[in-house]
């Protein structure tokens, strides 16, 4: 209590304990910062204080159990996060130490500043980490590592990837379809081109693809329009810069089921192909196929698609360097006449970093993993969904 009889308050008590404590005074921070704790003990803060003070006096024990009480309080609070690793790393404990280390790094946020003591601490963390991860790939290479060199990469892809999240260098990208979720179906990024023994016939017409698409942007009457056409009103989200905007521009040759004649009339060798595709076919939202340009510099940002029923495959026709496009994790490189197949409902982005145009031939197909069964329910299903509706939700390709 203070001279009046009252119970000092715990702010008033932590003030003095800090005072104490930053003048040496530590048996007294340690008795201050007791009282504050009895007279609030629902504050992580109080409780990291005492803990401090507790350290400083060289009470290894009861610094160990108040660093405990913090985080009960709460589990996130970094600079008990990070004293309690230093402690336990100090008590030969490394790997309970790591676990610590990895919260603490997951609980801060990289763009907040931090001051340099704690930023000294947050490195030693991270330095840490990386040292465990690599003695880990270090025992791992020795275990399996000549296994996994004898094996096809594509036969072990999956094992790998296990490595990698658990050495928290990938990220577990779920798809996120925006109108239609069809449930157990495989989370693939790139599917395996053998899933569509096609792909060989549609990359063949590549030259012929690309010769009238060229034809149609000499002509310049072609239609192009700006992909992203949000009307006034909606919002427009991450497509602000977009939005209207012809750096992105698309021009149908199928839309939705629904041929664009004239088009198709001006570039009849890839009409002929579509029509020899097992694409799409599900009616009123497929299948839809076009050419798709983007302007240099021009940034498509991350997004996902509306349904995880369908696979959409990129066929590249004009393609500079500097060119990128991620789905989930992987990022690659479009190549002239070599299709990708990818489920667009795991959030992917696109850019053109180069000075020249890029052109990709849009189309879908089915998820492979949809039996013809389920196709053809598929079918009956939207069916009805528009029977009862003025229009139903079109599929975009985004």
Request: glycine share 8%; charged share 15%; hydrophobic share 45%.
């Given at each position: 209590?203070?001279?009046?009889?009252?119970?000092?308050?715990?702010?008033?008590?932590?003030?003095?304990?800090?005072?104490?404590?930053?003048?040496?005074?530590?048996?007294?921070?340690?008795t201050l910062l007791e009282r504050a704790v009895a007279a609030d003990d629902s504050a992580a803060p109080l409780w990291f204080n005492l803990a401090t003070a507790l350290r400083a006096a060289g009470e290894t024990a009861a610094e160990d159990k108040a660093l405990d009480q913090a985080l009960a309080r709460d589990p996130?609070?970094?600079?008990?996060?990070?004293?309690?690793?230093?402690?336990?790393?100090?008590?030969?404990?490394r790997t309970d130490s790591i676990g610590l280390y990895q919260r603490l790094v997951a609980a801060v946020d990289p763009a907040v500043p931090v001051g340099p003591g704690f930023a000294a601490g947050l490195a030693h963390a991270r330095q840490m980490i990386a040292d465990n991860d690599a003695a880990l790939e270090a025992r791992l290479e020795a275990a399996v590592g000549a296994r996994l060199d004898a094996e096809p990469e594509a036969a072990t892809e999956r094992f790998r990837h296990c490595v990698e999240i658990g050495l928290g260098r990938r990220r577990v990208y779920h798809p996120q379809p925006l109108v239609l979720t069809y449930p157990y179906l495989p989370a693939v990024?790139?599917?395996?081109?053998?899933?569509?023994?096609?792909?060989e016939r549609l990359e063949a017409a590549t030259p012929v693809i690309r010769a009238e698409l060229e034809t149609l942007l000499a002509a310049g009457d072609a239609g192009f329009a700006p992909y992203v056409d949000y009307p006034t009103?909606?919002?427009?989200?991450?497509?602000?810069?977009?939005?209207?905007?012809?750096?992105?521009?698309?021009?149908?040759?199928?839309?939705?089921?629904?041929?664009?004649?004239?088009?198709?009339?001006?570039?009849?060798?890839?009409a002929a192909v579509l029509d020899s595709l097992p694409?799409?076919?599900?009616p009123g939202r497929g299948p839809?196929?076009?050419?798709?340009?983007?302007?240099?510099?021009?940034?498509?940002?991350?997004?996902?698609?509306?349904t995880n029923?369908?696979?959409?495959?990129?066929?590249p026709l004009i393609v500079p360097d500097h060119c990128s496009f991620r789905v989930g994790n992987d990022t690659r490189r479009w190549v002239a006449g070599q299709a990708l197949a990818f489920d667009d409902t795991i959030e992917h982005e696109a850019v053109n970093g180069s000075d020249h145009l890029r052109a990709v031939l849009i189309i879908d197909t089915w998820n492979p993993a949809l039996t013809a069964l389920e196709r053809d329910l598929l079918r009956d299903y939207v069916a009805a969904l528009d029977a009862g509706a003025d229009a139903g939700a079109m599929f975009s390709n985004a």
């Open positions: 209590m203070n001279s009046s009889g009252t119970r000092a308050p715990p702010a008033a008590l932590n003030a003095a304990g800090l005072r104490a404590l930053g003048e040496g005074r530590f048996a007294e921070a340690v996130y609070f970094a600079p008990a996060l990070l004293a309690k690793g230093r402690l336990l790393e100090t008590l030969g404990k990024q790139f599917f395996d081109p053998g899933q569509f023994p096609w792909l009103g909606v919002p427009v989200n991450q497509w602000a810069e977009l939005n209207h905007s012809d750096a992105w521009a698309a021009q149908f040759l199928t839309q939705h089921g629904i041929d664009n004649a004239a088009i198709r009339a001006r570039c009849p060798q890839t694409l799409f076919d599900l839809v196929a076009f050419f798709s340009l983007l302007k240099p510099h021009t940034h498509i940002p991350p997004h996902t698609g509306a029923i369908r696979t959409i495959i990129h066929l």
